[in-house]
């Protein structure tokens, strides 16, 4: 009974940065890992990062050092900080959670190990 909505997409230039918010709703007390995914035209649904109860995030290896997951958990916002923006991370960006605690490394970035999907938001990265 949880809602995600995620927001803060749009267009920037390669090595720019994007700040991506979502915000979840209902019932989100069992949340127990929240997440960020993309997925790029003709590509398959990627895990990003994600994040525990406890503040421990997970990045897969490509956006490491450049990308940051936090969240505030007095406003249940989830935040994908973007920096250095590449042209291939052009994708529809997804916010997602779980009940379930994250599993460790890229077997936790795995699409269905996340119950609960926002409607995601387009991130263009340009030349």
């Known amino acids: 009974q949880a809602q995600l909505v995620e927001s803060g997409g749009g267009s920037v230039q390669a090595g720019g940065s994007l700040r991506l918010s979502c915000a979840a709703s209902g019932i989100t007390k069992n949340f127990q890992c929240m997440a960020w995914f993309r997925q790029a035209p003709g590509k398959g649904r990627e895990g990003v990062a994600h994040?525990?109860?406890?503040?421990?995030?997970t990045y897969t290896d490509s956006v490491k050092g450049r990308f940051t997951i936090s969240q505030d958990k007095a406003k249940n916002t989830l935040y994908l900080q973007m920096n250095s923006l590449k042209l291939e991370e052009t994708a529809m960006y997804y916010c997602?959670?779980?009940?379930?605690?994250?599993?460790?490394?890229?077997?936790?970035?795995?699409?269905?190990?996340?119950?609960?999907w926002g409607q995601g938001t387009q991130v263009t990265v340009s030349s």
């Open positions: 994040i525990n109860i406890f503040g421990r995030s």
């Open positions: 997602a959670a779980d009940g379930s605690s994250c599993s460790a490394g890229p077997w936790g970035l795995r699409p269905e190990a996340f119950s609960y």
